[in-house]
């Protein structure tokens, strides 16, 4: 299994974590790109390597992460219409530093 620097650095701090939460290769991705699989017989039979991070976990997490904030705020804050715009705020700088500071390389 081949990982990239980021990698090792989580593999070594994140080690209770299952391997699939900091590196995963993505077998039968649609872009095919990779490593041909063995015994393969569909359309898309191709992994990454060297592995990379699974940004669409960590969004979600986040994503609920920033939710349960909000609804904190929201219990406290007489104008909800707020929260709409602090949402949009979160999600945009949350957006803004995954695509625009990429781990993986291109």
Do not use: D
Not at 25 to 33: A, F, G, I, R
Not at 67 to 81: D, K, M, S
């Amino acid at each position: 299994m081949r990982l990239g620097h980021h990698q090792r650095i989580a593999k070594a701090v994140l080690v209770f974590l299952p391997e699939s939460w900091w590196a995963y290769s993505y077998p039968h991705n649609v872009l095919n790109e990779g490593i041909q699989l063995e015994n393969c017989g569909w359309i898309h039979c191709k992994q990454l390597i060297p592995k990379v991070f699974p940004t669409p976990l960590y969004e979600s997490i986040l994503a609920f992460m920033i939710a349960g904030i909000l609804l904190g705020i929201a219990q406290e804050n007489t104008l909800r219409r707020c929260i709409v715009f602090y949402l949009l705020l979160v999600e945009w700088n949350e957006r803004y530093l995954y695509r625009n500071h990429p781990v993986n390389p291109l």
